[in-house]
C-alpha cells in the first residue's frame, strides 16, 4: 500500500484493456521491487509452504484504515502485520519516517452500562485512550428515569438499595474518567437514554458500522433492566449479555469486540470453595 498524493497521482497511467491504473514514478517501481525481493530472499531461505502474492494499492492516509480492511476482507486474510510509522537505522536510532502511518486512525467504543465489568472495562479504555492512532468514544446507556416507561413486571426484580449502592459506584468511576479523558478531550462522550433491553437492543445495532473496535464489560451489573431479558436467546452465555448480542451470528457486527472481565478473588465465583486458589 502506497500512499496517494497529487504527485504520485499525475504520474500514473491507464492500463490498457483493463480499468486498472499503471505506477510510472520510478521511486515507487523500486520501493516495491524492494520489498518484494525482501519477502522472495526469506521465501527462498526459510518459507517452505509459504507463497508470494502481490497486490498494489493507492491511497490517501485517511482511507489507509478502511481500503486495508476492505483488501483483508475481500482476500479473507486472518492477520494483518503494519510497519511501524518510524524506520531503525543502522545506529539503532529511529528515523521520522512517514508519520502519516502513525495516523491511520482506529474508531473504538466502549459501552457502559454498569456494574463492576464495565468498571473494569472503563479503566482499560482509559489506557487506550493515549495511544495516538485510536478514536475512542463512551457511550453511556443510561435508564430512563420516567418509571412510566418501565414495564411493572420488571419494576418488582429490582433490588432498590443494592442498584443505588452499585449506581454510585459506577457515577464515581464514571466521574473520574470523564474528568481525566472527555473534558482533557481525548475521548468523545455520548448517552444514549432507554427504558429497557428492546431498546438496549436496537440501540447495539446502530452501531454496525461505525467503529472498528468495541469494548464491553462482560456482565457484573446488578438487576440492569437494561440488559434484563437479553440472556433469554444468548448464544455464548460467557460473553455476557452485551457481548453475545454484538458478537451474535444474526447481528452481523463487522466490528472486532473486546470482553472485559473484572478479576475474581477466591471464594466469589459460584461453586468455587475458599480452599482454592485462582491461578
Avoid at 39 to 54: A, M
Wanted: glycine letters at 8%; one cysteine or more.
Amino acid at each position: 500500500m502506497v500512499e496517494l498524493t497529487e504527485k504520485l497521482a499525475a504520474t500514473l497511467k491507464q492500463d490498457q484493456g483493463t480499468d486498472n491504473m499503471v505506477v510510472t514514478d520510478e521511486s515507487v517501481i523500486d520501493m516495491m521491487e524492494h520489498i518484494t525481493q525482501a519477502f522472495q530472499s526469506y521465501i527462498d531461505k526459510d518459507g517452505t509452504g509459504i507463497t508470494l502474492s502481490r497486490s498494489h494499492v493507492l491511497s490517501t492516509f485517511n482511507g489507509m484504515a478502511k481500503d486495508l480492511s476492505s483488501l483483508a476482507e475481500d482476500l479473507m486474510v486472518s492477520l494483518i502485520l503494519l510497519p511501524f510509522h518510524k524506520r531503525l537505522s543502522e545506529d539503532g536510532s529511529h528515523d521520522s519516517g512517514s508519520p502519516g502511518f502513525r495516523y491511520v486512525s482506529r474508531k473504538a467504543a466502549i459501552i457502559f452500562i454498569g456494574g463492576k465489568d464495565d468498571r473494569e472495562a472503563l479503566s482499560f479504555a482509559g489506557r487506550v485512550a493515549w495511544h495516538p492512532g485510536v478514536e475512542l468514544t463512551v457511550i453511556r446507556f443510561l435508564l430512563d428515569t420516567n418509571l412510566e416507561n418501565i414495564p411493572r413486571r420488571l419494576i418488582g426484580l429490582i433490588d432498590i438499595a443494592e442498584e443505588e449502592a452499585e449506581t454510585k459506584l459506577d457515577d464515581e468511576s464514571f466521574t473520574e474518567f470523564y474528568e481525566k479523558y472527555v473534558a482533557g478531550r481525548k475521548v468523545a462522550y455520548t448517552e444514549k437514554h432507554l427504558a429497557n433491553s428492546s431498546e438496549t437492543y436496537i440501540t447495539l445495532r446502530s452501531l454496525k458500522g461505525q467503529y472498528t473496535l468495541i469494548i464491553v464489560g462482560q456482565g457484573g451489573r446488578v438487576n440492569s433492566i437494561l440488559t434484563l431479558g437479553l440472556n433469554d436467546w444468548q448464544e455464548c452465555p460467557e460473553l455476557g449479555p452485551i457481548g453475545d448480542v454484538l458478537s451474535g451470528s444474526g447481528f452481523e457486527c463487522e466490528s472486532s469486540v473486546l470482553i472485559i472481565q473484572q478479576h475474581r478473588l477466591k471464594g466469589q465465583i459460584d461453586g468455587l470453595n475458599d480452599d482454592f486458589s485462582i491461578m
